[in-house]
């Protein structure tokens, strides 16, 4: 049953999108072993060394672990706790948040989530909602009162009340989190655990969908851009040192093989230098991809040192040169599209992406920045807003470069619907879809040349 257990732990971890291989799996088995099941943070923490690479991966195993190794089964409350009210609650919260009582901010939120957070009657239609159980206790409104109660003995508020606020936020924000796990593992009781494990729980940062990211998952994006350039430059490294080997040089190859008997132990080749290669990206700013550009402006310029040159130019229907607004930049903290939708003229007289208005100014304006070593990407999801696509501005662009790919952050199935044009812009250049930053890392070392 164990063995069972950890199977579908791993399965529903690879689902998510951590690397958990068959190596893994077996140190993991081996942790359960030696440390049992009687010590739940035991367990996670050794299963967590056992399994995780990366500290990034940590929010999604420990809401997959606890729904496969949870704290508690069924509904262990007494039916009283049914009856109790939102203000009974919150009154016994504000003392476990003054308390710093995590045992007790545990045991509120799975009353909680039973008083609070059930909906539906009918089989099937019946669940679990953190998002209703929060929504009606509100424990945001108890910061105030929580404060106040530690004040009462004092005189007059100290230089730590800053500092007291803020940890009375996280601990609420802790709390939010335990009425998330519970509310995930009784409608796992109720739909499936393995079902509930693979829609529930958010993705790593990695598969996280441009087109949907809020604010906050944008900005996690924009912290993983180092790390992920880093491996990124590593691969192209690695491939840049396998290209200079170039071909077999038959001839010298045979003449070593004499010293062998005629057996070509040593095949010899003709070394090439191959030269780095320059990149244009041509982004579309607008507010429906900017997070899409965004992030990988920001990764192209963390990779530039494996380039001769990188060039960025920005549009919504105006086509402006914008590299020097790309990269990170301490003093703001706007995204780097934000920047440049303010810092430089990417917008006419409206506000609307027009894609064959852009690569019309860039082919008239810009066309110099491409030549024979360049590999020209374009970012953007092809909508037109009905207007020309203006295809011959592409081709001129794609004759002009190396090479030139369009990454799309739309799935293909949509690129027939509404005003896209990208079945006809991809008659002219290769197009991939591109929807999440795992994606984009995967095409970027495909894609371009050493």
Known sequence: MIAARLTSFVQALRANGLRVGPSETVDA????EVLGLAHRERLREGLAAALLRGERQR?????TFDLYFPLRVGEPLPAAAEETTAEQLRERLAAALAAGDGAAMGQLAAEAV???GRFG???GSDGYSAAQTLDRLRPEILLARVLAALRSGQAAPDFTDRLTADEIRRRIQDFRGQVGTEARRRVAELRGTDRIARRAVAPTVDQIDFLYAGRDQLAELRRAVGPLS?????????????????????????????????????????????????LVLLCDVSGSVAGFADFTMLLVQALRAEFSRVRVFGFVNRMAEVTELVGPDSSSTASTAERILTGARVMG?????????????????HLAAVGPRTT?????DARTNYRDPNLAALRAIALRARRTFWLNPEPSNLWTTGDSAALRYASVVEMHPCRNARQLGTLIERLLPV
Do not use: C, M, W
Request: net charge positive; glycine share 8%.
């Open 349 to 365: 007289y409206h506000g609307n992406s027009d894609y064959g208005t852009a690569l019309g100014e860039f082919a008239e304006r």
């Open 59 to 63: 929010a999604v195993f420990d809401a």
């Open 121 to 123: 009657s009918a089989p």
């Open 29 to 32: 088995a081996a942790v359960i």
């Open 114 to 116: 039973q008083a609070l």
């Open 376 to 380: 020209v990407l374009v970012l953007g």
């Open 230 to 278: 880093r491996k990124l430059a590593t691969r192209l490294a690695a491939r840049r040192r396998r290209a200079s080997h170039g071909e077999i040089d038959l001839r010298r190859t045979l003449r070593r093989s004499l010293s062998t008997g005629g057996v070509p132990l040593r095949p010899a080749y003709r070394h090439r230098r191959p030269q780095r290669p320059e």
